[in-house]
DNA sequence: AGCATCTCCCAAACCGGTTTAGCGACCGGT
DNA sequence: ACCGGTCGCTAAACCGGTTTGGGAGATGCT
């Protein structure tokens, strides 16, 4: 009947014994015999008694949550699927760790350092996932300057003091090359994702040196966004060029959607006159019309891996990088033999 | 050059007063002098003191974070436009009053309590928001007996001691139906969501009504899971009837384009003999080919609304429900006028 | 001058845990 | 019988804020 939930004292009293001795109890820390640990632990749960986040917070300045910067623009928040998925394979182990995420979405870069900036002040997180890795990112010395844990997903440029967890974009791009390229294609473009991201530099480097490798010269590459809008623009640049393409790898689905959209608007055949790939491999990718050939990524495990390197930096066991699975091609109908064109037939 | 940060204690001694002092000046409280104040706080800026929240949190008992607890299949996480958007319009109201959002993520129904239990066990949050209602919705009475304050997205079919944001998405159904109509359809399907979810039930509630309305008897309604798969199996369904509809009004924008494809699989033309409607009105709708009639929603300005309600009903000030205009149609090139057909033609 | 009132501030208690210092009981060894 | 060491526990300090009770001094009123 009692309103206010039980507090140590409570159960301290409850059970006959100190403060201390019930704290000790709880975190299973020698010098409390077990049959008076025991009995405290069951006048605890007798009680109903959970130990109060706060004040172990306060007292043991730690804040038990990991936090999360996210700047993304509006207009692409809702078409992202590495975020929920990434998002929820860090909550599968936090939550089995009594860990808390504590999420921020902002829209500009400046506010994104002051969203760290703030986690940090208030102290309301031990650690932090830092995402889409860009080029000399400036995070890295701020987080170090905040003396704010953290885990990249992906190997930074500059030095980093951090763990990273590795994903390694490159081989699924060099399959979807290799792939088309063995179809016969031999002119290859690139719809790339934004110039100062580091995934989108690898991406658009394994285009090139996989084309390389079979003894083409890469195609045109155009960055985008990896909005929908930026794909179909990019598209159009591309089919709009003297020589356009036979095929063209999308750093994302969301693009590789909206350039298949473009060309059957242009009344191009996909992939009778043009092949197209993604990457992300989302759900819709194999439902859409011809079904996409993308490259298959695994956020939500990569969140896992994360937020367990995080949770093992946080406690004092900074880990070594982790390498992940590189990412699969997944061929479907969206790739064919290009057609017979001046350059190759006689 | 102190490693450690400064404590309320350090700028009370610095400045000459009492913590006490420190803490009526830093929040506005009438008993300290003008003059005195602006020292204070003079102090506390040169020495960069910010007052800890986890000391804050403990003594006051409060929390200053909201949570949500998100419970989504796997395979749908990535493909949701819904709830990025929706955290994105959150986040910009918590952030100017200093609040913090605890996520968190699961995948079934039955962690989807434990995670509520847990935020309130825990005191991370001080309230959460409730979304995806459901039909008679055991989250209410849950959150009431857990002395959490919520907000609801949407009115629950049960009693609710919560405040709600009232979002409407009949009207935007209803237009997709009206517009459908005016072109000429009679035979006009849905496909819906989960039954048991409010949202699905309203959108096809909403279908009925309106063809009701133009005085034509519903087509067939084929509830589904918002999955590209499901869509794509509930659309073979409707097409594999004797008398297959000639339009199609799908809950949401991915069960819509995953159906276009399976319509031009099967050799029909999108919108020639058959018109397709999303929901949504994700940034690809407008980028597919044809270009995906749909309707529009705001989840980030919901996001926006709630938050700012929330935080009302957690200072005590438990305002009324509120209501958000109605959804829009958009129309685009998915919907057409349907081919002449034996009803129809004498 | 005397007294009530008001303003401004301080000291101390408090939130609910964790952690350290230390004390008595018990043990084995001599 | 005495001594050093370990075990099991308690009391109290501590984390860094907020809040309460009350005291000193200035002011107003008669």
Do not use: K, Q
């Given at each position: 009947m009692s309103q206010r939930r039980p507090t140590i004292t409570d159960v301290a009293r409850a059970a006959g014994v100190s403060k201390g001795a019930v704290s000790f109890a709880l975190n299973g820390r020698?010098?409390?015999a077990e049959e008076t640990r025991r009995r405290i632990l069951a006048v605890a749960k007798e009680l109903g008694w959970t130990p109060s986040h706060r004040a172990r917070a306060l007292s043991t300045s730690r804040a038990f949550a990991v936090g999360l910067v996210l700047a993304r623009p509006p207009e692409l928040l809702g078409a992202d699927p590495f975020f929920p998925a990434f998002i929820a394979g860090v909550e599968r182990v936090l939550a089995e760790q009594s860990q808390a995420l504590v999420l921020q979405v902002v829209t500009s870069q400046r506010a994104e350092e002051d969203g760290y900036r703030r986690l940090a002040a208030d102290g309301r997180v031990d650690g932090v996932f830092l995402l889409d890795l860009r080029v000399a990112d400036p995070r890295i010395a701020l987080l170090e300057e905040l003396r704010l844990p953290a885990v990249t997903l992906g190997r930074p440029d500059v030095a980093s003091p951090f763990p990273a967890v590795l994903v390694d974009d490159r081989p699924g791009i060099a399959a979807a090359v290799r792939h088309l390229v063995e179809l016969g294609h031999r002119h290859v473009a690139h719809v790339a994702g934004p110039d100062h991201f580091l995934h989108g530099a690898a991406r658009r480097d394994a285009w090139e040196n996989a084309l390389r490798d079979a003894g083409l010269s890469p195609g045109p590459c155009v960055p985008s966004d990896f909005s929908a809008a930026g794909g179909a623009r990019a598209t159009h640049h591309l089919l709009d060029l003297a020589d356009p393409p036979s095929a063209i790898i999308y750093a994302n689905d969301v693009m590789a959607m909206a350039g298949m959209a473009v060309a059957r608007e242009r009344g191009l055949d996909v992939p009778g006159q043009l092949s197209v790939t993604g990457f992300d491999?989302?759900?819709l990718a194999a439902h859409i019309s011809p079904a996409l050939t993308s490259v298959r990524t695994d956020p939500s495990g990569w969140g896992g891996v994360a937020a367990r390197t995080l949770l093992d930096l946080v406690d004092g066991n900074g880990g070594p990088d982790v390498e992940m699975p590189p990412a699969q091609l997944v061929v479907r109908a969206s790739t064919a033999a290009p057609p017979p064109t001046p350059h190759q037939s006689p």
């Open positions: 020698p010098g409390v491999d989302t759900e």
